[in-house]
């Protein structure tokens, strides 16, 4: 593919295109790889993205802002915003990874927006780098909830009971099944006050209890009183309105 | 004091005064405090450092600047920076942090660095914040071997003994001393093909192993023929001829 269809999705024009071609080569393919690139892309990314949460959540703390950043920048959540760019199409690769898929792997697609973004930096400055940033952040900004994005779901559901002075839940392994190489879990998570009771599975008793955290949510959500804090009363009541009250119902 | 005179050692002069001195402003002081400028600054310097090291180290891989850079902005680094520009003169603490010496504590020194430069880049724009971080870390790059910075010792014998083909050292524990929550372990650091042997001693056995790496390298350095590899070639040598040699004769 021509690299001046990827300028146009990206919004700029490079100086020095052969920048751009670096950051779009995988070790794989060359000794002109990307990975010095995705070194210093890496940390562009960082602070672009720490400058806009500072700005766009002017009360936010830094235990939050860091929570939330940690989330906009993880690798999936990168792989995301390569995919939308079509990086894959333009990508350079040796040909073991090319036959083994690597163009669509997560990491390859996340170091690589990374290293573009460096190239950008490195052409332009940082004023055009974090301009791009913003551009692709800004819709995604708009879809979070900064007080819950990030958080598990056991994390979610003690917030969400302490907010309403209520006690903690109960989690109790009621079964296990399967052999000791793919063993599952059966969890119950109780919450008397709310008379809630819901059972979820995981492969793991974490991963079971976090199921069942979720569950357990949903129904509270669904039958809780209105929360005694006020600072997070906006975003619940809009979690609230969108529930699938009947399905909580049912899990009780 | 008066912050004209900390503008000077930094050679920044604000628009916004109050920026700089929110970024004093430790917790224990007020509302108007300096964590949420510390979460930005933090990404500012990062980044500032990666594209110092990227521009300065033009052969170093990524694994390497990733490391010369993580040593470069650790708590003791930044706490001596913060020291250099007199900042513990100009910090803002509340009262129960003034009596137990809170401008003296690495980590509050380090955080308001950072929130000073948070303060600059928020004032002046990037290029400000970075030529102060330029201006700040160039006198410690002309004293830093980025080979070897941020290594421990026992990663350095073993990368010296492969790059002379030697065979590794053997590390065993000799004695052990006092009560269990303040024993003290004896090893010995052994390297038979230069007929090295060291003993050292330390709060647990990691840090008995790693003061005995240290002094069989200091040993190795004096004994050994030369580097096998290139790439090390010029900084090992500088390191021989720094050698206290008559230490080290003494330690075989």
Redesign the interface.
């Known amino acids: 593919m021509p690299l001046a269809a990827l300028e146009t999705s990206l919004g700029y024009k490079f100086v020095k295109p052969a920048l751009l071609e670096q950051a779009l080569t995988h070790r794989s393919h060359g000794a002109r790889h990307n990975?010095?690139l995705?070194?210093?892309g890496?940390?562009?990314l960082?602070?672009a993205v720490?400058?806009l949460l500072?700005n766009h959540y002017g009360t936010?703390?830094?235990g939050d802002?860091?929570r939330v950043r940690a989330n906009l920048v993880k690798q999936s959540s990168l792989a995301d915003i390569a995919q939308k760019l079509d990086l894959s199409k333009f990508l350079r690769l040796g040909e073991g990874e090319l036959k083994s898929g690597g163009f669509r792997r997560p990491s390859i697609l996340a170091d690589t927006f990374e290293a573009v973004l460096a190239a950008v930096?490195l052409d332009g400055g940082?004023?055009a780098a974090?301009q791009l940033v913003e551009r692709l952040y800004k819709p995604i900004l708009a879809s979070v909830d900064p007080l819950t994005l990030g958080k598990d779901a056991k994390t979610l559901l003690q917030e969400f009971l302490q907010s309403r002075k209520l006690a903690l839940p109960i989690y109790n392994v009621v079964a296990t099944h399967g052999a000791a190489h793919s063993q599952q879990f059966e969890v119950e998570c109780l919450i008397p006050s709310l008379d809630i009771k819901v059972v979820a599975a995981g492969s793991s008793r974490r991963a079971a209890e976090q199921s069942g955290a979720k569950l357990a949510l949903v129904s509270a959500e669904a039958a809780s009183p209105t929360p005694v804090k006020k600072r997070s009363t906006r975003a619940r009541k809009t979690a609230q309105l969108t529930l699938p009250v009947a399905v909580a119902q049912e899990l009780k």
């Open positions: 990975e010095r995705e070194f210093l890496d940390s562009v960082n602070v720490a400058a500072f936010l703390d830094e802002l860091s930096y940082f004023v974090q």
